[in-house]
């Protein structure tokens, strides 16, 4: 079982930046694939970025945002710079164990921290 819990959001202006954390419990945090999905309100889950053997972003987020992991830490952070009003979102990451998932498929993440808002003002 592995349990994840994040930290950041927040309100910020558009052109702002944030930066979420996601600490995950157990041992082998390094052979997960980690990734970062948003959900708007009336919309569906939507995968921001990931990190695996190879992962990936969004073209929605491509060159403003950075997903990386510290494994020592047991940590995966993603940085959000130039933020626009239409990334406002209640954001979750989460944890797959390997590296064999369709990492921007929601449905092949097993384990989820408990989201966080991100509200960007125009």
């Known amino acids: 079982q592995v349990q994840l819990v994040q930290s950041g959001g927040g309100l910020v202006q558009a052109g702002g930046s944030l930066r979420l954390s996601c600490a995950a419990s157990?041992?082998?945090?390094?052979?997960?694939?980690m990734g970062w999905f948003r959900q708007a309100p009336g919309k569906e889950r939507e995968f921001v970025a990931a990190?695996?053997?190879?992962?990936g972003y969004a073209d929605s987020v491509k060159g403003r945002f950075t997903i990386s992991r510290d494994n020592a830490k047991n940590t995966v952070y993603l940085q959000m710079n130039n933020l626009k009003p239409e990334d406002t979102a209640v954001y979750y990451c989460?944890?797959?164990?390997?590296?064999?998932?369709?990492?921007?498929?929601?449905?092949?993440?097993?384990?989820w921290g408990q989201g966080t808002q991100v509200t960007v003002s125009s």
């Open positions: 157990g041992r082998t945090f390094s052979s997960y694939t």
């Open positions: 989460a944890a797959v164990y390997g590296f064999n998932a369709v990492y921007y498929d929601p449905d092949n993440y097993a384990y």
């Open positions: 990190t695996s053997r190879t992962g």
